[in-house]
């Protein structure tokens, strides 16, 4: 059962890898965010950002 746990994990999970634009380090968002252009936050630096 956990080869059907592991991909429907895979597929439900829509997060995308953004670079945030103050400290330039990469971290994962939610895939929704960035196609609405929603405004997120870097674990690193603690900053909002909108990508374009």
């Known amino acids: 059962m956990s080869y059907f746990s592991d991909i429907l994990s ?3 999970s829509n997060q995308k890898n953004t670079q945030c634009p103050i400290c330039h380090k990469f971290a994962r ?3 929704h ?3 609405k252009g929603l405004a997120m ?3 690193h630096c603690h900053a909002l ?3 374009p």
């Open 10 to 12: 895979k597929v439900t």
């Open 29 to 31: 968002q939610d895939a």
């Open 33 to 35: 965010k960035v196609a």
């Open 41 to 43: 936050l870097c674990p």
């Open 49 to 51: 950002f909108v990508k």
